[in-house]
């Protein structure tokens, strides 16, 4: 139909880089892989990132869009562990309380900081940020919001590695 040779459409898939802050992978250390999906701004769009990635730490938290609602249920397998970060940690700590293990987190720093001091460095981690909610609580957008991610976690990864 396009009359695309396939090695070029193969190539073109290898060398495609995606859009940053949109299930980004952006580090992988040893057995570890660190996705940054801060444009993730309400459930429906970390949903997708749940059902692509396996042994979740999930970072989630931050400003809650109005009225939404997280179906937990069919990921919760997935998930080790989510940190829950920001402002409004009580309203993720009722979308998953009693579903999947949680600590709670003033800031993005700590919940970095907490990540690299207790991780089990043999396991095969996704270390999945992906809000599911509105940056606005600590941050001016979700751009500036996944630098931040992204700079913590390279930083203390030279720290404790």
Do not use: C
């Not at 997280?70 to 998953?96: S, T």
């Amino acid at each position: 139909m396009f009359n695309i040779k396939k090695k070029f459409f193969l190539s073109s898939l290898k060398s495609f880089k995606g859009l940053p802050h949109r299930h980004e992978f952006f580090l992988k250390i040893g057995n570890h892989t660190f996705i940054n999906d801060s444009k993730a701004t309400s459930f429906e769009s970390t949903k997708f990132a749940l059902k692509s990635n396996n042994n979740i730490i999930w970072i989630t938290g931050g400003q809650p869009k109005k009225n939404d609602k997280f179906d937990i249920d069919q990921f919760k397998e997935k998930i080790i562990k989510a940190y829950i970060i920001g402002n409004h940690k009580n309203f993720f700590i009722k979308q998953i309380d009693k579903k999947i293990k949680f600590e709670t987190f003033n800031n993005l720093n700590t919940a970095i900081y907490r990540l690299f001091r207790t991780f089990d460095k043999k396991r095969k981690l996704t270390i999945l940020f992906s809000p599911a909610s509105a940056s606005y609580d600590q941050f001016k957008n979700f751009v500036e919001r996944g630098e931040k991610f992204k700079s913590l976690v390279k930083y203390n990864a030279k720290k404790f590695n």
